[in-house]
Every structure is written in C-alpha cells, then in structure tokens.
C-alpha cells in the first residue's frame, strides 16, 4: 500500500488526499492565508489517520453496547464509538461512522486555530461541513439509482455540521435495500451511523425478489459477520416499495425526535420519503453543487 498522498485538483482548489480505502477531498474558504495554513494542518493530520485505526481495528468490528462505551486511544475511532453508542440498543459496530468519523477529524484539524468562512471535507459522500455565520453551502443528492437528482441548501443557522448517505447500491454492505437514505445531523458521523441504520431499515424480509449473501462471504474480515447484505433488488411493486419506505421512515422519524438527526431523504424504486429539515428542491443548472452526495 502507498503511503498518504496529497495533491490538489485540476481547479487548484480543492485538495486531494487519499490513503488506502480513505479518499478526501477537502475544500477551504476564507482569507488565502488562512486556507494555506488550513490545508498544511490537514495534510499533517492525515498522515497518521489510517495507521492509528488499522491499530484499533479488531475492536472497532465489534458491537457497541448501549450502557458500556469503550475507551479507544485514537480520536477518530473515539469519534466512530460516541457515534454509535445513543444507536446501540440494536446491532450496530463503531465502523458504521467510520468515514464520517475520518470527515470530522480532517475538518477538525483543518479548522485548528483558523478563520474559515466555510470548508469541507468529503470522504465518498459522507462529508463534514463548516459553516460561518450568515454563509450556506449547496449539496447534490444523487445515486438513487432511477434518475433523481435534488439539491439541498444548509444555511450556518441549521445547525449541521455532516451529511452522509448509506443503500445497498453504496461502496459499504447494507442489509436494506434502499436505492440512498441521505441523512443530516450535527456531525459527519452521527450522520453516517444513522444513515446505515435507516438504509437497513428500508427492507422487505423475506422477499424473493431481493438477492441476499453473507457480508463474511464477500469480505471475511466484514463487521456484519454472517449477516445477510443485500446483493439485488428485483421488480418491486408499489405497494411494496411503500411498506419497504414507510419502514425506514418510521426508524428516521424515531432518530429525528431523539435528536439524532436533523433530517434524512428516503429514497427507492423512483419513490421518495422525506423526514425533518430537508428541503429538496429541482436542480439548478445555473448554479452548480459544491458536495455531492452518491
């Protein structure tokens, strides 16, 4: 495996750094000497990030347990089980936020002593915000996997500091079947952990139309053991696309009341459930997205 890399994008102003399975790209707005110094303090956290949690990785497959929170020694994976814990009254492991985990800290380290009108950081779509009084960013949600493509504007007031999005048609296994669930929270990793379990709520047990495998047949060392993840989804009726949204929705809706969420998007089979503060709109061709979202 190579060791970290980092090199900015064609436009010069987004910064690209990839590490093994971790690929970033991490954007700074503000005062072009604050951004330097941002991005320097970025590049230096990441260079250790991977290695830190390859140490602590036998532990963070394991399950969390709702009343014993364990002590990791790293920040990201003590990110990745504060996460996961107020969701561990059903099966769920600390690398369920492992990439929003990883967005929090880079943007951490980013915002370290700075003066940032906004940034981000984007791990594959799970992604961590900053925002500065009186400032937005626009985010694109895609992926569905039928042709839908919305766009969503958080303002600084929101209170949203991480977006991610979880489905069986995603780069992780998801024991759903839903073509995206998007979900915003106050961190990048409250947003991933709850994403996974919205996405897995999405589901028709038992259908014949839906192509199961264990998670351990298709990667062995997988967090979700011999649980079955979902490998297809045939032709579902729309009565079952209904009973399969208004599942995770009920699941979104329970996490939105918590105060676990601020909002999530349900999406499968060309239907849409939308729970809490997000407000989808057309896109706009004019106006191109910052973050997007698959």
């Known amino acids: 495996m190579d060791g970290p890399q980092a090199h900015w994008l ?23 000497d604050e951004r330097r110094a941002a991005y320097e303090q970025a590049v230096t956290r990441f260079q250790t990030m991977l290695i830190e949690l390859v140490e602590e ?24 089980e504060a996460a996961v814990m107020p969701l561990a009254e059903c099966f769920i492991t600390p690398m369920a936020a492992v990439a929003g985990s990883v967005a929090d800290e880079i943007l951490a380290a980013l915002l370290a002593g700075r003066r940032l009108d906004r940034a981000y950081v984007n791990n594959g779509g799970d992604s961590a915000l900053h925002l500065g ?6 985010l694109a949600v895609a992926g569905t996997g039928n042709g839908m493509a919305d766009r969503i504007t958080i303002r600084a007031e929101d ?17 759903g079947i839903a ?20 996405a897995n709520a999405v589901d028709l047990p038992g259908n014949p139309a839906i192509s ?28 079952e696309v209904t009973r399969a949204l208004d599942n995770g929705l009920a699941v979104a809706e329970d996490f939105r009341r918590r105060g676990l969420i601020a909002g999530s998007a349900l999406f499968l089979g060309g ?24």
């Open 271 to 294: 239907e849409a459930r939308i729970s809490g503060a997000v407000a989808l709109a057309a896109p706009n061709k004019h106006e191109p997205e910052e973050i997007s979202h698959a």
């Open 212 to 239: 199961r495998m264990p998670a351990r047949d298709l990667s062995p060392d997988s967090d979700l053991g011999e649980r079955l993840v979902t490998q297809a989804v045939g032709t579902l009726g729309f009565a």
């Open 179 to 198: 073509d995206a669930v998007t979900v915003l929270a106050r961190t990048g990793a409250e947003a991933d952990a709850a994403a996974t379990l919205i």
């Open 57 to 80: 990785l036998p532990e963070l497959r394991l399950p969390a347990f709702f009343l014993a929170p364990r002590s990791f020694a790293g920040p990201t994976a003590r990110r990745m």
């Open 133 to 138: 009084t009186g400032t937005t960013i626009g």
């Open 10 to 32: 064609q436009d010069g102003r987004r910064l690209h750094l990839n590490h093994g399975p971790i690929d970033l790209i991490v954007e700074a707005f503000g005062d072009a």
């Open 159 to 175: 209170g949203i500091g991480g977006v991610a999005t979880s489905g069986w048609r995603g780069r992780s296994f998801s024991l």
